[in-house]
């Protein structure tokens, strides 16, 4: 998932490693099949409190002069005017939220590919995302692109950034699918 479709992706995360009461998490849950990776690209993490995302030093140009209006625009689209405050109603609009609660997963998560650039506005999201899968010993690869824009990766005209994410990302697929992770099943219990 990218950018709001990393948003839809680490739900998905979520409902795939933790029992949730919700009619689309316990579809999720029980699928006869499980994700064997999930990349998390350039995630839109938190959509409520919108106003919280502002332009900071090193935010490159066009993040900086558009990105704080878009996130607020997207957040009223996706949630409704007058409702992008953090709750436990729109929880899930906010995957890292969840995750930084530090509940442990009920099940072995899979690898998990986490890019960005340190010029995009969501950075600091992803920075929160990392520190929240860390404490929760998600199998994680972190990769931080100096001074690259939202969605970097796509901009073909600058090789060397995209170049670096799709090695990197091919790179990351080729160790999942070397080991193979057996993801069926719940986590070993832990010695009492």
């Known amino acids: 998932g990218e950018s709001a479709g990393g948003n839809l992706a680490a739900n998905l995360l979520i409902a795939d490693c933790y029992k949730r009461s919700e009619t689309w998490a316990q579809r999720v849950w029980s699928a006869p099949h499980r994700p064997a990776a999930v990349q998390?690209?350039?995630?839109?993490f938190q959509?409520?409190?919108?106003e919280r995302l502002q332009a900071r030093p090193g935010v490159a140009a066009l993040d900086a002069r558009f990105g704080p209006?878009?996130?607020r625009s997207f957040a009223s689209a996706y949630l409704g005017r007058g409702r992008t405050r953090p709750s436990e109603i729109n929880l899930f609009a906010?995957?890292?939220?969840?995750?930084?609660?530090?509940l442990l997963p009920d099940r072995r998560p899979p690898p998990v590919?986490?890019?960005?650039?340190?010029?995009?506005?969501?950075?600091d999201e992803t920075r929160r995302m990392?520190?929240?899968?860390?404490?929760?010993?998600f199998p994680l690869t972190v990769r931080y692109y100096p001074d690259e824009a939202h969605a970097f990766h796509l901009l073909f005209w600058r090789?060397?950034?995209?170049?670096?994410y799709w090695r990197d990302c091919a790179e990351f697929l080729r160790s999942v699918d070397?080991?193979?992770?057996?993801?069926a099943g719940a986590l070993p219990q832990q010695a009492a």
Do not use: K, W
Request: charge should be negative.
């Open 47 to 50: 959509v409520t409190a919108p």
């Open 113 to 123: 590919f986490l890019p960005v650039g340190t010029g995009d506005l969501l950075c």
């Open 94 to 102: 906010d995957p890292v939220r969840f995750l930084e609660r530090g």
């Open 159 to 164: 090789p060397v950034a995209a170049q670096s």
């Open 40 to 44: 998390l690209i350039c995630g839109y």
């Open 69 to 71: 209006r878009a996130v």
């Open 178 to 183: 070397d080991q193979a992770l057996p993801l």
């Open 130 to 137: 990392e520190r929240a899968l860390n404490n929760l010993q």
